[in-house]
Structures are given as C-alpha cells and as structure tokens.
C-alpha cells in the first residue's frame, strides 16, 4: 500500500486550489489495531479536504462512517495509511498541535449543566491557555467572535442545560469554532434535530466554511440536505471503497444510488429523493407547468403513478383554470372523464379508475 | 415557579449570580469560622469562647486542665475536622466528573473498602492468631497500628486501581471494576468478622463509625502534607477537569492528555480519601454531597470556582457534623457518620427537589 498507488477520486483544477488541509493516502481503519487480529471497515481512502469546503460523509448504518470520523480525528489508530493535517502527519502531531488544527462536534450531549454558555464556549480556548486555563483578552476576543458567528451572543449566560437541542448544538459548534480550527468534523451533528433547525445549521456550517476559509466535514444521515448543500460528498457503501466529488456527479454516475441500495428505499435521480419502492399502478401524462404542475407531479409519483410523455400513458391529467379555480381535468383515450378541483379528489379518481 | 422572571434574571448582565456568589462566600466563611470556635467550646466539658480565646492568644489566667484540653485534643480535632472535610468534598468531586456520575463518591474506586479490610486484618486477624502479645510488647497495637493498617489496606487497592486504569480505557469499566473490590472487600470483613470476638467486632464498629476525635499533632504533620498535596493537585487539574465535563472524546479533542490526567486524578482523590479514611475511619456523605451544594450554591460547573468553593463547604460542613456529633447540652457522643448522613441527607433531598435537575446540576 503505497501513497503513488493512491489515485485521488477527485480531479482537481490547477491553480486555483489551495493546499488541502486534511489529506488521506491509502488509509485503512476498523478495529483491533493494538491486539487481536484487526478487522478493516474501510480500506485504501484516499481524500482531501481543501479551506472553505463543506464535505459531508453519507453512508448507510454500518458502512464505517463514524470509524473513519474518529480515525481522522485522532481518537483512533489507523490500520494502515497516513493522515495528513495541515501538510503534517497526523501521528507526529500532540494532542495540543492537532486541537489547534482540529476541532470536533459529536452527538455527546455534554452533562455540563449549569455552566453558561459563555464558559462552555471559552473550553475551546483550551489549547491555547495555560496551566490555570486563565483567558487572556485575545482568548475572550476570540470567543466572543465564535459565539456571534453562531448567532448565540444572547445566550451568553443562559446555563447550558436549559438551551434546546438546536441552541446547544450551536453552542458546541461555536466552542469549536473557539479552538480556531483549520478542520472541523462534525459527527451526526444534526441528528435529533427537527428540520428547521437542521437546515438552519447546514447552512452555519456552509458560512462557516465558507467565510472563514475552513474545512468542515459533516457525517450526517441527511441525504436530501447534503446533496443541496454540501460542496462536495464522500459516498462509504458497505465495504467501501469510499467515492467522493460533487453532489451532482455522483447522482448522474448512480454512485449515489449505489451507496445506498438495499437499504429498503430507491433513490430515484429525477428527483433527487428517496422513495420507499412501490408497484407502479399506471402510467400518466401530464400537461401542466409552474407550481401547480410540481406539486401534481410530486402527488402522482407518491401515488405510484409513473408520469410519462403523452401518447404514451393509459390517462391524461390536465391542469386548467375552471370558472376562476385551478381543475384538473382526467381524460382517457381522448375523452373527457371527469374534472376535478382539488388533488385528492384526482388520487381518488385515478384509484377509482385502476382499483388496488 | 415563574420562569420569565428566572430568566430576566439571568440575562441581566449576569450581576445577581456575582452578588449572589459572594454573599454565599462570606456566608460560608462565618459558618466555617462559627462552627471552628463552636468545636473548642464543646465538649465532654463546657468550655466558654473568652477562655478559648484566652488560650488562642496566648493570654493567662486558665486553668490548666482547660488549656491542655484545648490544645491537646479539641484543636487538632478542629483542625482534622477542616482537613476531612476539604479532602472528602475534593475526592468526590473529582470522582463525579471523571465518571460524569452525580453519584459517584470518594469511595466509588473501592479505596475504603481496602482500608477497611486492613483495620479488620488488624483488630480481627492479627489478634485470632495470637499475635497479641507480640503486638502489644512492640507498641503497635491501637490508633497507630490502626493507621497504618487503614494506609496499607487503601494504598493496596490503589495500587491495583491504577493498574487496572492502565490497561482499561472505558471510565466506565473502571467504575464497575471498583464496585466489585469495595464487594470483594466487605465480603472478607464480613467472614473475619463471623470468627471474632465480640470485643473485636465491637472495635472495628467504632472505627467505622467514623472520629475525628485522636488525631495527634504528630499524626497532623503527616496528615496536613497528604490532603494539601491532594488540593493542590486538584486546583492544577482544574482546567483538564473542565474539558472532561464535556466527555472523554471532547476532552482529547481539545489537546488534553485523557489518560495521564486520569491517573492523576485518581491517584490526587485517592490520596485524599485514603488518608483521611485512614486517620478518621470511613466518613460517608460528605464526598457526595459537598459538590452538589456547592454547584448549587454557587450556579456552576466550572471547576476554577468549584475547587476554591468545596474547599470551604467541606471544610464548614465537616465542622459543623463534628459540632453536632457531640450532641451539646448531652454527655452522648453521636457516631459522626450517622451525623453526616441524618442531618445532611434531607438538606439535599430537599435541595434537589426544589431544583429538580440532579443529573443535570451534577456533571
């Protein structure tokens, strides 16, 4: 396993990147590399995560995405490889070099009770303070800048245990944002949170990745929400190998469907979304455009209707205006069946129509 | 319960909770002072403040029976009072944030169970085989021996504790492994016990009753050293202390070395419990719950203020069980362990359930 056997899964334009600041060649990790025989979850990754990018790692349960998380953070050996940070071997780096680099968010709920949040967030400073963990004016310039990135200034002094899960898992990202990292990773930060506050936070950590020229990595179970966000993803099926590029790329190459096959839902590329697999009941075409025609479209596919280019299909439903309202109009073989006026009412036609 | 107002008030610039904190300082240095003075006055006899004063100062006219009752057995009592205290409160702190458990005490590592199975060897075992004679002849026979024996006894499984922290990494096995030596422990004092007479049953009762009663000057001079080596060592860690709150995973995220301050953790809280168990018996309660008041007290977890704060309510709490241990106004001296938990128990019960987040409040 040498580093030239390792070819880069991304082709990256000359010139204008800069230097990445966490790099893979050939790593292995999985377990038992300090007794018994070791057991590789992920062979021969070979990554790089550049300033100002938010990469998220998707995978199905098990496929090793937290394994390969705390390897490259540090928490864990790997099995074979090395780990770059900042141009620097990981392994060569103490625990105060790599947290100076390096800062972490993992789903922990931090048992710090009735400590404010200011003082949770002035904890990131700690590789940088002394013995007494006393903060200079910098170190308190510091985190008061990490709490008004994060938008957290006015909880300043709430005690950590009476915030949200939301405002808490702010207050952990602004206290690694405090360690003034190069690379943040973020374990299934966004797990337990509902979906405003999971897009609101995707979106913190685009800023902050972007504004601040850092390297975010997310693992997240968010699929929908990281192929809209992240610059790039990092696909781990079970048993690797692990692809990354962008969102796009992936989707078009079916890596993305690949990744995640056999997990009991079908990714459907049109739509970028997973759809629990169904029998198709009956092909439709459609004449309608704009919102009306989208939410139509979104109604018959989860209905199992496959939409298909008229002349084609068993039925035609037409979006039309009908003494002032939006109707839809149901024809079959080149006949009027039916209007109706709203699309439930058009689900309960069509059953009607095709019985179960 | 009105929670907008709760809330003003902590947003407010944070000014009630400094004001609030301060007077809880001065408060708390009167009590420890009050129950100081308090512990020289009461007694098998009544001694009144102007003549300990008298005494103190080094001004005449006591009788001398007073003043060598003061200065040969109730300042030292006063004095190993303030140090257990301290030292207990320090070791379950530590101990509640190494395991993230608001029940964890000095103890948890079974380091008193190790000194109580030595003190057991020497009341029960030593003397069933006829080493009586022997022992009395060469002096090692009462409070002395006893020492060292609870330091032999507490230092072996300390020994063993560590070793054991070497090789395992989960804190949470460690736990669970110290259970099972405190287990291990009582179950050898309670088959030594089943062959002992019953004037040795009766002794290693009172051992565990818990005294701070007997400590000499002499015993003082090594005592003091042991527990200010333990705070000290914990007002160095103060800083890793904070980052384990958040976990062992944040904490080496953060640069600290989780493995070497664990060790010096343990070796820091069990210093502390082993020698104060050693020369006073095994003291419940006080390990416990001297953090969780001074949480509450003083609204934090941040150790830099909670090292300085269980100190001092260790210290005035310790005093203030002793104090009560002599039952004023009565000739009974009270165990003080059954002090310590009588009168404490409730006074947490009660605080906790007005505050309602134990789990929360305790790291």
């Known amino acids: 396993m040498t580093s030239n056997a390792c070819i880069h899964a991304s082709v990256h334009t000359a010139g204008m990147q800069e230097p990445p600041s966490l790099e893979t060649h050939g ?79 993992l789903t922990d709920r931090p048992a710090v009770g009735l400590m404010p949040v200011s003082t949770l967030v002035s904890l990131g400073r700690h590789p940088y303070t002394g013995w007494s963990g006393r903060l200079k004016r910098e170190d ?22 009476e915030l949200s899960d939301g405002e808490r898992q702010k207050a952990m990202i602004a206290r690694a ?26 979106h913190l950590l685009l800023r902050l990745a972007r504004t601040g020229r850092r390297a975010v990595l997310l693992a997240t179970h968010d699929l929908d929400l990281a192929l809209r966000c992240a610059h790039r993803l990092w696909l781990l099926p079970h048993g690797g190998p692990l692809r990354a590029g962008i969102p796009e790329d992936l989707v078009l190459s079916g890596a993305f469907s690949e990744t995640f096959s056999g997990s009991g839902a079908v990714f459907d590329p049109g739509s970028g979304a997973f759809a629990a697999p169904c029998v198709f009941r009956g092909t439709v075409a459609l004449k309608a455009g704009g919102v009306p025609g989208l939410w139509t479209y979104r109604a018959l596919e989860r209905a199992c209707y496959r939409v298909v280019e008229d002349g084609r299909a068993d039925l035609c439903v037409e979006v039309v205006a009908r003494n002032g309202a939006t109707a839809w109009r149901i024809e079959e073989k080149g006949e009027t069946r039916k209007y109706v006026f709203c699309l439930e009412s058009l689900l309960d036609a069509l059953d009607t129509r095709s019985p179960k | 319960m009105t929670i907008p107002a709760r809330t003003e008030s902590r947003t407010g610039e944070g000014m009630p909770r400094t004001h609030l904190s301060t007077t809880a300082w001065l408060l708390l240095f009167s009590v420890a002072v009050a129950a100081f003075g308090l512990e020289l006055c009461l007694g098998s006899v009544f001694i009144p403040p102007g003549q300990v004063w008298a005494v103190l100062t080094g001004l005449g006219g006591v009788p001398d029976a007073w003043r060598e009752i003061i200065v040969l057995y109730r300042l030292p009592r006063a004095f190993t009072a303030m140090l257990a205290g301290a030292a207990l409160g320090m070791a379950g702190l530590k101990m509640q944030t190494l395991f993230r458990n608001p029940l964890a005490d000095p103890f948890v590592l079974g380091i008193s169970s190790g000194a109580s199975l030595g003190v057991a060897l020497v009341i029960l075992a030593a003397w069933g085989f006829g080493l009586r004679p022997l022992m009395e002849k060469t002096g090692f026979l009462g409070n002395a021996s006893l020492v060292m024996a609870a330091v032999a006894g507490s230092g072996a499984v300390l020994c063993v504790v560590m070793g054991i922290a070497r090789r395992v990494e989960s804190n949470l096995t460690l736990l669970i492994v110290g259970l099972m030596f405190g287990y291990i422990s009582s179950a050898l004092v309670n088959v030594l016990l089943l062959f002992a007479l019953e004037h040795q049953v009766q002794s290693y009762l009172a051992w565990t009753f818990g005294s701070y009663a007997g400590v000499t000057w002499r015993q003082l001079g090594v005592l003091t050293p042991a527990v200010a080596a333990g705070l000290a060592l914990a007002g160095v860690l103060a800083k890793p202390l904070n980052a384990l709150l958040l976990g062992e995973g944040y904490a080496r995220s953060m640069g600290v070395n989780v493995a070497g301050v664990r060790r010096w953790i343990i070796l820091g809280a069990s210093l502390l419990s082993g020698t104060v168990t050693a020369y006073c018996g095994p003291i419940g309660f006080l390990g416990i719950a001297v953090p969780h008041l001074c949480r509450l007290i003083h609204r934090t977890s941040d150790h830099r203020i909670l090292v300085p704060a269980v100190i001092l309510t260790g210290a005035a709490l310790s005093l203030l069980a002793d104090v009560m241990a002599q039952a004023p106004g009565s000739r009974v001296l009270l165990p003080l362990n059954s002090v310590t938990s009588l009168i404490g128990a409730p006074v947490v019960i009660g605080i906790i359930l007005r505050g309602r987040r134990i789990m929360e409040v305790a790291p």
């Not at chain 1, 990790?29 to 025989?37: E, I, K, L, P, Q």
């Not at chain 1, 990490?146 to 005690?159: C, S, T």
């Not at chain 1, 405090?178 to 936070?201: G, K, N």
Request: hydrophobic share 45%; net charge neutral; proline share 6%.
């Open chain 1, 27 to 105: 790593l292995a990790v999985g377990y038992g590399a300090s007794r018994g025989a070791p057991r590789a979850v992920v062979e021969e990754v070979c990554v790089s995560l550049r300033p100002g990018e938010l990469v998220c790692l998707l995978g199905p349960n098990g496929a090793g995405k937290s394994t390969l998380i705390r390897t490259l953070a540090g928490m864990q050996k790997p099995l074979a490889g090395e780990i770059r940070l900042d141009g620097v071997p990981l392994s060569t780096l103490s625990a105060a070099e790599v947290a100076r680099r390096m800062s972490l968010v």
């Open chain 1, 140 to 161: 308190e310039e510091v985190v008061r800048r990490a709490m008004a990135d994060v938008g957290i200034e006015a909880l300043a002094h709430r005690p950590v245990c």
């Open chain 1, 177 to 202: 944002l405090a360690q003034e990292p190069q690379v943040m990773i973020l374990d299934e930060a966004t797990a337990f949170l509902d979906l405003p506050r999971r897009v609101e936070l995707m």
